[in-house]
C-alpha cells in the first residue's frame, strides 16, 4: 500500500507557509494517493517535530537570528526531531497493511516502521517544494537529519 505519515504543520499545511516544505508534501502525497486509486496518510498531531506549535513559532524567531531549524530546537532544550510514531503500528495493523511503500524523504520514518515489524518495499521521494524561503531549512534536513530529496527536481545526496 502506498502510505504518507504526515505530522501536522499549521504554517505549511493550512496557512502555505513557504518556510518549509511541509504543506507542498502533504498536497503532494494526497495527489499521489489519489492517482493511485488507494492508500493512506496518517496524520499525526506533532506539530513542528513535535514540539508544539508555540515551541515552534519561538524557534522560527531563533531562526530568523541566524540558527538553523535544529540548532533552535536544540537551543530550546528539545531534541532535533522529537516525534513519536508508535501510535502508526495500530492504525496500519488495523487497516490489514503489513507492507507499505512510504512516501517520505526522511530515514527516521522508514527506520521507525522496519523496527515496528512493517516490511518497507519502496521510499517513495517527495518533492521539497524548492523555493527562495526554504532552501536553508531543506540543505539542512539534508545535511543534519540525512533527508533524501529525489522527486521532481530535487537534490539527491549531494546538491547543485
Excluded: W
Aim: aromatic content about 6%; some cysteine.
Amino acid at each position: 500500500m502506498l502510505a504518507r505519515i504526515h505530522s501536522e504543520c499549521l504554517t505549511g499545511d493550512a496557512l502555505f507557509s513557504l518556510r518549509c516544505d511541509c504543506g507542498h508534501q502533504l498536497r503532494s502525497a494526497l495527489e499521489r494517493i489519489g492517482a493511485e486509486g488507494s492508500g493512506a496518510l496518517l496524520y499525526l498531531r506533532q506539530e513542528g517535530r513535535g514540539i508544539g506549535l508555540h515551541n515552534k513559532i519561538r524557534a522560527y524567531g531563533l531562526q530568523d537570528c541566524g540558527a538553523d531549524t535544529v540548532e533552535a530546537n536544540l537551543r530550546l532544550g528539545f531534541p532535533a526531531d522529537a516525534r513519536d510514531y508508535a501510535v502508526c503500528a495500530p492504525l496500519l495493523r488495523h487497516i490489514g497493511v503489513r507492507r507499505l511503500r512510504l512516501m517520505t524523504n526522511n530515514p527516521a520514518k522508514t527506520e521507525a516502521l522496519s523496527a515496528m515489524g512493517f516490511e518497507v518495499v519502496e521510499r517513495v521521494a517527495l518533492p521539497g517544494g524548492r523555493n527562495s524561503h526554504n532552501t536553508a531549512y531543506l540543505d539542512t534536513k539534508a545535511d543534519r537529519m540525512g533527508h533524501v530529496f529525489d522527486a521532481a527536481g530535487e537534490f539527491a545526496g549531494t546538491r547543485p
